[in-house]
């Protein structure tokens, strides 16, 4: 099972980094939605262990559905970022038009999905139950990844000599 959820998961990985290089033409764009949603599934896989949830065919699943919803909160930060980068704002200017544009809205989304999932931790079915914490972590967690990390990297990667005065001019 390990060996299986690793192939799956790089080739998730695979594609999103593929995919997000088609649609941003530039690979450390790719890296800037991907290494967000890496982090977010090592974090969740601390989770499983501390919770003592095993890896199952159905767990899997569930890790790849973080995933899913992680880079769609990512994809939205990131365009809008970028959006506004290439009107030439700066990171920090454009990471507060993309807060003000789609950051309320994904952390209103996150909110909305964790609530609904975090219900089934009071099942009785131990499997719902350990899956709606999983969800719920997930969901949170990658919705913090998109909208903290992720503008971190693309500081870092896309424009590491650029200067800021954290005064953005909107």
């Known amino acids: 099972m390990r060996e299986s959820e690793h192939t799956i998961l ?18 450390l ?19 499983m262990v501390e919770l003592d949830i095993g890896m199952k065919v159905n767990t899997l699943c569930v890790v790849a559905l973080g ?19 290439l009107q030439g704002r700066t990171v920090a200017e454009s990471y507060f038009v993309a807060l003000k544009t789609t950051g309320i809205a994904i952390f209103y989304t996150a909110l909305t999905l964790a609530v609904g999932v975090a219900m089934w931790i009071f099942s009785d079915l131990k499997f719902q139950a350990d899956m709606g914490i ?19 990297l693309c500081r870092w990667l896309l ?12």
């Open 67 to 85: 995933v899913g919803i992680g880079v769609d909160y990512g994809i939205y930060i990131f365009a809008r970022m970028r959006e506004s980068m």
């Open 159 to 170: 424009r590491p000599r650029e200067k800021d005065d954290w005064t953005p001019k909107l």
């Open 10 to 27: 790089y080739l998730l990985y695979a594609a999103v980094f593929v995919m997000c290089w088609i649609s941003f033409r530039n690979p």
């Open 134 to 152: 999983m969800l719920t972590f997930m969901f949170v967690v990658n919705m913090i990844a998109a909208i903290i990390f992720l503008p971190a």
């Open 29 to 47: 764009a790719a890296l800037c939605v991907l290494l967000p949603l890496v982090l977010v599934t090592e974090l969740g896989h601390s989770l």
